[in-house]
Every structure is written in structure tokens, then in C-alpha cells.
């Protein structure tokens, strides 16, 4: 189905075709004329379904069809500025030949330009729950006027939570409006949230519950937690990866691991909650351009990225909630792409691991870890007692293969022996 069958506007259907789509994705093609039609709707859609696109060209179109005053007719509410940030970009991409005036306020800068752009005028505002209220405490934006809200990544609000501040924000909108609420996954308290904002809502669900991309290859390698690193440097190299997002628990271990990689010859940036806007925003162009091969994230962070056809993902450490593992290799085999998603597990994450995949209903593939280098630590040389311990050497290195420092060497053999012929 075309896009121009969907009813939209002229203006947005150019826009579209400008952006190389050629046929709406199904979460596109199931929402936008229930949209249209005015109807609250809960949909099931991860990042990478083209979800956005969803709820931002139907409401785009809505703005267009009636006149505004100054006030925001319609806003987005999202758990991250980084989501913020992007469905902002995708709303001005869209709506480039409409006049509508596009804001985006989020935490973490300064709130002054934000004020004054609201002030300017505002059709469609995106933003996040704890700057929203911010700006309502000082009556900088009046949301009285919303007649279209979207909760965008509804399970991420909850688990960030923000549901607190989301019942605060419902308080400053007007009983008379159109909800939609999308969330990658279904908890209670989803359902409940959904009963209490939606009214009578089509319920649109592209992918059935809680499953994975089809997409996505997904490997499970068993390697031990001190050799991790080693293994994810090797499967880098050797494959010759050139753009991956790594995942792990915590912003230091982020940093520790970012620091590893780049002393392995492997041009690394991390990003989390405790850096800048400013040095996320240039971390991820550094990653988005080609500039840095692996892209060292927590969950947070990472969260509504988007990276077109991103071809790796790795779980360096395995999430606490399985959840976060469906919203993790969401990052890959994004809409018309294909990707491969790796997870490193440990012998104490073996019961995470099947947390998820009793979630996915599925068991995922363990596959045998190639021959790899482990390089002792640094600081091990000075310690009493440790095994003879180098620095690591590097040789003198060829543009595409790094030296490989020296040290003692793991593989299958040793791997099938740790862990029996087997999954345990
Ligand atoms: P989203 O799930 O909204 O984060 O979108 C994921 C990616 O898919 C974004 O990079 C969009 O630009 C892209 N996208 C959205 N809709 C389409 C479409 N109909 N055809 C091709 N790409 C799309």
C-alpha cells in the first residue's frame, strides 16, 4: 500500500517520498488512519518499526487542518532527552512543508532559549516529563490547548519512574483530547496506565508480544567476565566491525570498558547519563559519521537512538529486566535492515539469560567463542602472586588489522571444556 492511500495530506506525502520512503512500515499503516479518524490508540511498537513517523505525520496533519494560537496543540512526551531530541528532528523532517512550528524541551541544557522558542510560538511540543513541569511551574507553556497527546516509549516512563510526573503532566491537559500511547513492551501497569488515558482505543500491535525483530540474528557467546573484553576486541577485529553499540549496566563500567577498547586500538566513545548533552550529542555524530567504530552505552542512554541499519549490537552485560533486551537489540535491523545481536554471558548471568528468553519463548543459540588473545591486566605486573603478567605490546599496526597484543590464547577448546558440549 502507498503511501498517498493512507489520506494524508500532499504536503506530507512529499515530505515522505522525500525521505526515501517508498511504503509505510505496519505500525504506519495501522495507525495513521485510525489516527486520522481521530481515535485514541495504544500500539505495541518498538524503536526501529518506524513508530514515530506513526503519530508525528497523522498529528502533523491534524495541525495543519485547523489554526492555532501560540499555546501547543499537541505534545510528546518522552523518557529521554535523546528521543526527544530525534522525534523533534523527525517532526521538522515531516512537517518541512507545512508551517508548523516545531519545540523540543528536555533537561540537561538551559532552559532560557527553551522559554523564549515557547514564547515565539509553538503548534507541536516534544518533550520530557521533569523539564515539562519545570517550564509549567514558571508558566512558561500553557498546555490547556493540547488537543493530541502522545506517550512515546510508554514502558520506559514507567520503568525510568516518570509516572508520577506523567499523572502530574495529564493534570495540565484538557479533559477533550486525542491519546496515543506506544510502548515496545506490556506490563501491568502499562495496561493500567492505558485504561486510565485512553479511551476506547484501537489497539494496533505490529509484532506479537514482547518478540524480537525477526531480523535480528541473535548469539549467545559463554565467556567468562574478565575475558569479555578480549573477546568483544577480537570479534571487532576480526570481523572487521566497523559501527557497534555496546551495552552495559553501569556509566562506569561504560567508561572502563570504553577506555579498554580504545587501548586495544579501537576507536571507542561512551555514553551516558552522567556526560553532557553536549558530549552525547557529539559522541553520537562522532559514531553516526564513521569516526568511532564502538559506541559504549547504558540502557538509558541508549535508549530511542536512532541509527539507521546498524549492524551490530552487543550485550556486554546481560539487563536485569529481560525487557530492556527486546528494547536493546532494537537497535539493530531497524526498519528494512538486517543486524546481528551478540551477548556476552557470563556464569552469573546464566539466570538472566533465561529470564529473556523465557520472555521471547524461545531459546537463543550459544555459539562456540573463537580463538582469542586474553592480554593480562596492566596493573597485574606490580601485584604479588598473579600469573607473569605483560604490558600489552603492540606490534607495529596495518591500517585494517590492529597487532594483536600479546598474551595467552582462548578458544573453543577451552570454552566447550568451562562450559560442557552443551548449553547449561
Ligand atoms: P522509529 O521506529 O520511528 O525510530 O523509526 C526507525 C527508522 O525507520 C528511522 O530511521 C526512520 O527514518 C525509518 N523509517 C520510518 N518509516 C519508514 C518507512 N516507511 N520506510 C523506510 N524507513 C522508514
Known amino acids: 500500500m502507498p503511501f498517498t492511500e493512507l489520506g494524508l495530506a500532499p504536503e506530507l506525502s512529499r515530505a515522505v517520498a522525500e525521505q526515501g520512503y517508498e511504503t509505510p512500515t505496519p505500525i504506519q499503516a495501522r495507525a495513521i488512519p485510525a489516527v486520522i479518524a481521530g481515535r485514541d490508540v495504544l500500539a505495541g511498537a518498538q524503536t526501529g518499526t518506524g513508530k514515530t513517523a506513526a503519530f ?14 501560540h499555546t501547543p496543540r499537541a505534545l510528546v512526551l518522552t523518557p529521554t532527552r535523546e528521543l526527544a531530541a530525534q522525534v523533534a528532528e523527525s517532526a521538522r523532517k515531516y512537517g518541512r512543508h507545512l508551517r508548523t512550528r516545531i519545540c523540543v524541551v528536555f533537561g540537561g541544557v538551559s532552559i532560557n532559549p527553551q522559554i523564549d522558542a515557547l514564547e515565539a510560538g509553538c503548534d507541536l511540543l516534544v518533550a520530557t516529563p521533569g523539564r515539562l513541569l519545570d517550564l509549567a511551574g514558571q508558566r512558561a507553556v500553557d498546555l490547556r490547548g493540547v488537543r493530541h497527546f502522545v506517550l512515546d516509549e510508554a514502558d520506559r516512563m514507567l520503568d525510568m519512574g516518570f ?29 493500567d496506565l492505558a485504561t486510565r488515558m485512553l479511551r476506547d482505543p484501537v489497539t494496533v500491535e505490529v509484532a ?59 576507536a571507542t566513545a561512551a555514553i551516558h547519563g552522567n556526560k553532557s548533552q553536549n558530549a552525547r550529542v557529539r559522541a553520537l555524530t562522532e559514531f553516526k559519521t564513521g569516526k568511532t567504530t564502538a ?69 537463543l543459540s550459544v555459539t562456540a567463542n573463537p580463538e582469542f588473545v586474553v592480554v593480562p591486566e596492566q596493573r597485574a605486573a606490580h601485584g604479588s602472586g598473579a600469573p607473569a603478567a605483560r604490558a600489552p605490546q603492540p606490534k607495529p599496526q596495518s591500517p585494517r588489522h590492529p597487532a594483536r597484543p600479546s598474551g595467552r590464547s582462548f578458544g573453543a577448546q577451552r570454552d566447550r571444556r568451562r562450559w560442557g558440549s552443551s548449553r547449561g
Open 56 to 69: 508525528v505525520l497523522p498529528i502533523l496533519q491534524a495541525l495543519s487542518q485547523s489554526s492555532g494560537g
Open 163 to 191: 509516572i508520577h510526573a506523567i499523572r502530574q503532566v495529564l493534570k495540565l491537559l484538557p479533559d477533550r483530547r486525542q491519546n496515543l500511547m506506544f510502548s515496545a513492551t506490556y506490563s501491568d501497569d502499562i495496561r
Open 208 to 266: 506479537p508480544r514482547n518478540a524480537t525483530a525477526d531480523r535480528v540474528d541473535q548469539q549467545v557467546y559463554r565467556v567468562p567476565k574478565e575475558h569479555k573484553r578480549h573477546l568483544l576486541a577480537h570479534l571487532i577485529r576480526d570481523g572487521g566491525w566497523h559501527q557497534v553499540l555496546v551495552f552495559t549496566r553501569t556509566k562506569h563500567g561504560a567508561n572502563r570498558l570504553a577506555e579498554q577498547l580504545a587501548g586495544a586500538g579501537i
Open 295 to 363: 559506541l559504549v552505552a547504558t540502557e538509558v542512554a541508549a535508549r530511542g537512538l536512532d541509527i539507521k541499519e546498524l549492524p551490530f549490537v552487543v550485550n556486554y552485560e546481560l539487563p536485569n529486566v529481560p525487557e530492556d533486551y527486546v528494547h536493546r537489540i532494537g537497535r539493530t535491523a531497524r526498519a528494512g535492515g538486517a543486524g546481528r545481536a551478540i551477548s556476552l554471558v557470563a556464569p552469573d548471568e546464566a539466570g538472566l539469560l533465561k529470564d529473556i528468553e523465557r520472555l521471547l519463548r524461545r531459546s
